[in-house]
Each structure stands twice: as C-alpha cells, then as structure tokens.
C-alpha cells in the first residue's frame, strides 16, 4: 500500500516537473494569431483593436512589466511578438502572441496546458489594453 502511495505521489510531482519545465517551441507558439474579431475562448482569448506601430511599442513595453513575462521569440520591428508568461506558484505557462498587422494590434493569449484557463488570459489580456488606453 505505501509503495503505491509513493508511486502516485511520484507520478504527480513527474507530471507537474514536466508543465513546468518543458520546453516551448517558438515554431508551435510564434504564429499567426489569425484574429478577425474578438474572441472569450475557453483556453484563452482573442482581440483585434485599431492602433499603430507607436501603439505597439508601448504595448511591448506594457507586456513585458507584467511579472513573469519575457519574450518567446519576435520583436516589434518584426511586427510580431510571442511573450510567455508563467503563473505565479507552479510556472505553468501561457502564450500571447502580439501583432501590428493593417493598422489593427491583434493579441492572441492561450494556455498550453489544460482545457479551461479560467479567464487568466482574458484578465490579463484585456488588462494590457485597458492601460494602454489610459496611456493614450
């Protein structure tokens, strides 16, 4: 009995080593946010608002102050940023992915894990868009 209960725990602590740890791929993450509209998805979330490329460096910058959050892969001068952004207690990860595309910011924030984030992304998706309107 206690030999199965330490293989389970072994089995969760495994599976919560690999959520946290493994690798992102900036070929599966860095893509084309395909947004035509706004979107409340239940692994994330879509926005498509009007802006510029101004817009989209003060975003950058707006993104990256959030805690826990670096880039994937992109720059603005490319017209396009993947950010990764970790939760606070297990680092599990979420994807934004950033875009300049005919005078709209299109954002495309998803989990990688799981089937519901709970509105986290939206959270902090349209938390990011609120503070760039004030800083208009």
Request: aromatic residues 10%; glycine residues 8%.
């Amino acid at each position: 009995m206690r030999k199965i209960f330490w293989l389970i725990v072994l089995v969760v602590i495994g599976g919560l080593a690999w959520i946290r740890l493994a690798p992102s791929d900036p070929e599966v993450w860095h893509v084309d946010p395909k947004v035509s509209a706004d979107q409340d998805l239940a692994h994330g979330v879509r926005r498509r608002v009007p802006g510029n490329e101004a817009m989209f460096a003060m975003l950058h910058r707006t993104i990256l102050e959030t805690p826990r959050t670096e880039v994937l892969a992109g720059s603005p001068d490319d017209g396009r940023v993947t950010y990764i952004t970790r939760s606070q207690w297990m680092g599990f990860p979420d994807y934004t992915t950033a875009q300049f595309n005919d005078g709209f910011l299109e954002l495309y924030g998803r989990q990688r894990f799981g089937q519901s984030d709970m509105g986290t992304n939206k959270a902090r998706v349209d938390g990011w868009l609120a503070q760039l309107d004030t800083a208009e």
